[in-house]
C-alpha cells in the first residue's frame, strides 16, 4: 500500500510539474508569435516611400535585440535594392553583437557555505552552457565530493572555476577526447590557479613557462621564451586566434621595456574542435641577469568566430543540378548529383560575401560543417556520409564532394548542409603580472 501510494504521489506530482510548465511554454511561443509578427510589419515598413518611416522601420527593428534574427527574411530577386541593403545591415549588426557577446565570456552567481562540488559544478555548467566533467575515477584516482565555502556574484567563468579547484584541490586535464573541461586530482603542489592567471571576457590566460636560450658563440642570439597558455570556454570554437607581434610589449621589475625578440607580423594559431587550450609562444631578447621577473605582459590579440549556424535543404536530389540556397551572407550551391560506382556522390559548393580572411589559409572549420541525408516520413532516418573530398579552394569559395551508401536510391531523400553564414573578427586584450625569470 505504501508503495501505492508513494508512486501515486511522484506521478500527481509529476503531472503538477507538468501543468506548471504549460502556461508557461505557452506564455514563450505567444512571445515568438507577437516578435515574428512585429518584424513582418517592420521589414514592409522598410520599404515605405517616406524616408522617415523607413529610417524608423530600421531602428526600431535594432531595438528589438538579436532575437529578431531568427525572423529576418532572407532576400530575394523580388525585394527592393534598399529593403536588401537595409536587411544586410541589420543582420551584421546583429550577427557582430552576437559575437562580441559570446567574446564577453559567461559569468557565475553562486552562493552556499558548505555545498558539494558536484551540485556546484553542476550550477556552473547549467547557467553558463560549459560543460565540466570528472575524469577522477577514469584515471583511478580518489573522486571526493567535498563541501566548499563559495561566493560568487557575476563572477567570470573561469574565475569562479579556478577557485573551485583551487579549493578541492583539482586542475584541469587539457588532453581529454570528450568536449568540455575535465577535473582530475592535482599531482604534487603546484601554484594556485586563480593567483597564476589573468581573465579576459570567456578567456583565460596563464604563463607556464620560461626558457633561457644563452648562444656561447652568438652574444645576439640569448632569447628568451615564454609559452602563455591560452583557454577559451568550451561552448566557443574560434576559427583562428591571431598574436599581431606589434600587439605585445613588455616591462620589467626596475621599470624597463623588454625587447622583443619576434619576426614577422603576426602568429596564427587555428584551432581544431577538440583543442581546450592553445600555447602562445613569447620570444624576448634575453634581460640582464639583475631583471628577476616581467612586471607586465600585455598582448591584443584578434580571434576570428563563426557566427550564426543556419540550415540549408535540398531536396528532388534525383534531378538537383546547379540549386542554389542563400542565407544571410552565403550561398550553398549543390551543382551536382551522380551515381559514382556502388555509391552517391553529391557535389556542394559553400560561397561566401565575406570571410575575413577565414578561408585562406585555415579551413578545417568548413570541413566540420554537419552534411548528411535525411528521409522523409514521420521516423525520419540519417544518413552520414561515408567519405568527403575538397574539389574547389578560392579565398570565399570551398567545393566539396560527399559520398552517400545508399542502395536504394536517393528518392524522398532531402540533403541537409550547416555553416556559420558569417564569420566576425574581434579583438581581445590581456596582461600577466609578476612572472618570475630563470
Known sequence: MLTTWFVAGVIACGQAESAAEKPKADAASREQADLAAQVRKLVIQLDAPEKASRDAAEKKLLELGEAALEFLPEKSDRMAAGVALKLDAIRAHFERSQAENSVKGTTVTLKGDALPLSKIVAEISEQ???KIYDLREEF??????????????KTPFWAALDQILDQADLNVYNFASEEGVAIVNRDGSPLPRFSQAAYSGAFRFEGTEFVARRDLRNPESHTLQLIVETSLEPRLQPIVIMQPVDGLAAVDDQGQDVPLAMTGNELEFPIDSDMRSVELPVLFDLPDRSVKK?????????VLLPGKQETFRFTGLEKAKKVERRKANVTVVLDEVRKNNAVWEIRVRVVFDKTSGALESYRGWVFNNPAFLESGGKEKETVRYAAMETTRETENEVGMSYLFDVPGGLKGYTFIYRTPTTIVSMPLEYELKDLELP
Open 140 to 153: 583511478g584516482q580518489d573522486a571526493t565530493d567535498p563541501e566548499l565555502k563559495i561566493d560568487f556574484d
Open 294 to 302: 616581467i612586471a607586465s605582459l600585455k598582448g591584443k590579440l584578434s
Open 128 to 130: 553558463t552552457g560549459n
